[in-house]
């Protein structure tokens, strides 16, 4: 049992890694009111960042790459819903296609002068101690930097979404924007920085998949992971804990194609590769209450 | 230069890159713009065509190849027939889940998208690939499901009479008819359209629904019995997504669809001839399509931010 149970929950750990990311940064976004289902252009962004960044071959640099082409995609983002204030979903559904012609065609010009290349990924770091409690230790405590540093991450944005004057602000452009300009908020730069966020966090999310896990560069490799990072905030109740908690099912979700590929069952493998988007069907169905989203979300 | 010439060239330079090239790829483009278009006239989000259109071609290769022995007639109309509803199918597992249990329809059609393109890994695999079973697609159609060509030596074929006959349908709908004004109330408002109108606002959203994954269906069916004669992985190089752009460039108007799915077109067919010549790559055309959906809409604010300005110079002069 351990031969398939350990591995499972080593893989959901893992690919639920780069999920919470995006799926943070769409939590703020969403919790100042701003819907951004262009998360997706930032994450293939973050992986094509990552990779040309880490030419310098250093893994810090690489996520900075990663970070800075998150937050030019959402920028563009912000300029268009916040500044403009243009439709959300069909200017985040445009900014998506930018993001993914935009990293396929500069792929293609590098691929041709021959500067892409496979990149070592970052190691597991053990935790001395933790990481030898049974079945769930090795899980969760021999992963790689990316998911140390949410377990530093998620609780500080939980308490300074709830404890924090900042916090307040944000949830507060999100509930109601005309009470909190009011009441003295830059509702504008509120949702500019949330939205600036969002697309940092997408930018590590493709960093995570580029420089932790996969280790080079496909096109429309994101695999709509942005748009699955936008059902879990659904699923976590836009609160901080709960995303956290929701992109570990959906970690669950993708991991099951490897335990199930180890079984060999008599399925086809389309099969697994399809569960994650069936079940984000499944559960947005089934949680059909928006009353935890924010008041103004979408408008 | 050298890759602005190829792309006219590609697009416009002969008899050939223009029946052959640009119109064939203008055909699948101008119905799913219009799949888009009737959604977006309804507030219906639909950006899942590119699903609905994998799901209209794995039907339409099924029939064709089921019925392969029967009179060419009776193969080629099962064909649309398989196509439109699969299409209508597709589109309705996300109409459902609106009605039914509040899923946002952008995400929900997303989602559809990526099951349907494993669908089709899977068909193509398993119980549709081809004899030899060594590559992953369908066997090729034979000549029952093959759609006849409009002119001698050219690619152009029946989907395109039938996707201008859809774009001339769906505008007589839209503009003419109580149906197609019920769309329209119902996308300028539903709770106005409800109360004011005593329009079934639920029952007009689900039929907008049905029809917009119908019309991508077809053009799936329209691409196997047209072009390829086969299913395959790729067989839609994101028509689905381009269709976004076709139907705002044309402001969700079906006449106007019929101008942008060739101005698309064009663009597809140059894009290719570019990446072979110019050594662009074609992925190109989904930034071009991008920024095109990105400009209408700040064209589109601009002119309203100009003409609520224009209205209070007028209410001030009072």
Known sequence: MDLVLMPFLEAMVRTATPLAFAALGELVAERSGVINIGLEGAIIAGCLGALVASGADSAGVGFAGAAAAGMFMTAIFAFFVVTLRTDQIITGTALTLLGLGATGTIHRLLHETGATRGLPTMASIPVPWLSEIPVIGPALFDQKLPTYALYAFVPLLAWWMQRTHAGLALRATGENPEAARAAGIATQRVRWSAILFSGLMGGLCGGTLVLAQVGSFNEGMSAGRGFIAISIVVLGRWTALGTAGAALVFGAAFALQYTFQALAWPVPYQAFLAFPYILTLVLLASLRGRAAAPAALGA | ?318
């Open chain 2, 1 to 318: 230069m050298e890759a602005l010439i190829a792309l006219w060239d590609g697009a416009f330079g002969s008899a050939y890159a223009f029946w052959s090239a640009t119109l064939v790829r203008a055909t699948p483009l101008l119905l799913v713009g219009l799949a888009v278009a009737l959604a977006f006239r309804a507030g219906v989000l639909n950006i899942g065509a590119e699903g609905q259109l994998l799901a209209g071609a794995t039907a339409a290769t099924a029939v064709a190849l089921a019925a392969a022995s029967l009179p060419r007639p009776l193969v080629i109309g099962a064909m649309i027939i398989a196509g439109v509803v699969a299409g209508a199918l597709w589109a309705g597992i996300a109409a459902v889940l609106r009605r039914r249990f509040g899923v946002m329809e952008v995400i929900s059609t997303i989602m559809l998208n990526f099951v349907a393109l494993n669908l089709v890994s899977w068909v193509i695999r398993g119980p549709l690939q081809e004899p030899l079973r060594i590559y992953p697609q369908s066997a090729t159609i034979s000549a029952s499901g093959r759609w006849p060509l409009l002119i001698e030596g050219q690619r152009l074929h029946l989907g395109f009479i039938l996707a201008v006959a859809c774009a001339a349908a769906a505008w007589w709908v839209l503009a003419r008819t109580a149906t197609g004004f019920r769309v329209r109330a119902v996308g300028a408002g539903t709770s106005a359209a409800a109360s004011a109108g005593g329009i079934d606002t639920e029952r007009t959203i689900m039929g907008v629904f049905l029809a917009s994954g119908a019309l991508a269906g077809l053009a799936g069916a329209s691409e196997v019995g047209g072009i390829t004669w086969a299913l395959y992985e790729g067989i839609s190089p994101g028509y689905g997504y381009t269709a976004i752009a076709v139907a705002l460039l044309a402001r969700l108007d079906a006449r106007w669809v019929a101008a942008s799915a060739l101005f698309f077109g064009a663009l597809e067919a140059g894009a290719a001839s570019m990446q072979r010549r110019a050594g662009v790559p074609s992925v190109v055309v989904q930034v071009i399509v991008a920024l095109v959906v990105l400009s209408v809409l700040a064209l589109a604010r601009w002119r309203a931010v100009a003409a609520e300005r224009a209205l209070v110079v007028r209410a001030e002069g009072l």
